[in-house]
DNA sequence: TAGATTGTTAATCGATTAACAATC
DNA sequence: TAGATTGTTAATCGATTAACAATC
């Protein structure tokens, strides 16, 4: 794999979809795909796939196409899933433990160690086979155990302390799932978030639009 | 308002952003700002910032800024907060019961009507006030309310004819948060996903990266 | 071989940034 | 008025698309 110099937000973002794609691809039972059948199943160009895979190396035959199976493998592993990251929730609220519950964590080479939360009513009891710890303790937790990531569904009051807290003991990367923008100084953690109201309001505006054109057409 | 031609996918995403930032400027108290204080406190250019308002029309003062509270009324009116959209969710498992819970759809502008599910010990219930009906019964309820966007929080496998269903009961955008990609013939309806999984991946290759950068400086 | 399709460079397009006159 | 800052056009930069030789 070429370990390239710069690859660009649009395209680190392309991945995803591009693993996604292929699993549907690979259960459909489908072998070999041209990088125009992939564009076109999912709205983009060949050109813009094969460049997109340019930047990784050469994962196609010429003549060919690409091999369901061995590009899903290689984006795969350019995605670090084989890395074996670990992770730990906190928050064990609603939205924490809808997470827990129902997000295939392992799928996406993921290991969900632990929740946090500052509930007496949660602490010691256990979601789907996860303990749920004292958010008092996590510091301690981090120090003895692995964590690569930390889910973040606290209240929007305790994002940025949470946040703070998680780099300090030594994370590599938060998922903020809170709707505040996580200030991080240390730019060797990595901030990920899912802004929920984003999205919506994106919808909102999208469907605005066209309330509008059918008035005015 | 500058109703102008078209605006990129990329001035949208960030209109929300705004949005979110005013909120928070307005609630410290803050009357004025200018573009390049904004820019500041958000990460962008103040020239980017003048050229994504300038798609809308003029909402600043030469010399003197930005109204905090102005701007942030403008852009809700862009994004059709004040619309008074209606949503309904299909599927009150536990992601959908978190966000009814816990998402403040009326802060975005969205009034919440009801959720569906198939399953009979949910069915008749209610979930903070929202009534849990029958998915048999989601075109005899479109019919009779005024519903702009269907929540999606169904089951992968059921996602698409979901989507269907909503697509022929007239709904004008879908809200997927499944991790499936919604295909929509009709272009006049908006579909807009949550990915978690497309998120969590491009968190771990971000720290995939930083991981390969610390084992070869 | 002929046909297909990639890898890779070049051209185009669009988004971001810079510049500056207008004006508060 | 002088200073500040926008609105708006022009320049730059980066991402997407096109093209085509390489080759399976």
Redesign the interface.
């Known amino acids: 794999m070429k370990?390239n110099t710069k690859v660009s937000t649009a395209v680190?973002?392309r991945?995803?979809?591009y693993?996604?794609?292929l699993s549907e691809l690979q259960e459909a039972g489908m072998e070999r795909i041209s990088s125009s059948a992939l564009g076109k199943s999912m709205g983009l160009t060949a050109s813009q796939i094969r460049q997109d895979l340019f930047c990784f190396g050469g994962f196609g035959q010429q003549g060919y196409g690409y091999k369901v199976d061995g590009l899903k493998e290689e984006i795969g592993e350019?995605?670090?899933?084989s890395?074996g990251?670990t992770l730990i929730v906190l928050g064990a609220?609603?939205?924490g433990?809808?997470?827990i519950?129902?997000?295939?964590?392992s799928?996406?080479?993921?290991h969900l160690l632990a929740a946090f939360d500052v509930d007496p009513l949660r602490v010691g009891t256990a979601i789907a086979g996860v303990p749920v710890c004292h958010a008092d303790t996590l510091e301690d937790f981090i120090a003895t155990h692995p964590v690569?990531?930390g889910l973040l569904t606290v209240p929007i009051s305790a994002a940025q302390q949470m946040g703070d807290r998680l780099v300090n003991a030594g994370v590599?990367?938060i998922?903020n799932f809170t709707?505040y923008?996580i200030v991080c100084a240390d730019p060797?953690v990595?901030v990920?978030s899912?802004?929920?109201?984003?999205?919506?309001?994106?919808?909102?505006?999208?469907?605005?639009q066209?309330?509008?054109l059918e008035e005015h057409p």
């Open positions: 370990r680190i973002r991945l995803p979809r693993y996604r794609q350019i995605l670090g899933i890395r990251h609220g609603n939205l433990h809808a997470l519950r129902n997000f295939r964590f799928s996406n080479g993921f690569d990531v590599k990367g998922w709707n923008e060797s990595a990920e899912v802004h929920f109201s984003d999205s919506l309001l994106t919808l909102s505006y999208l469907i605005s066209r309330e509008d």
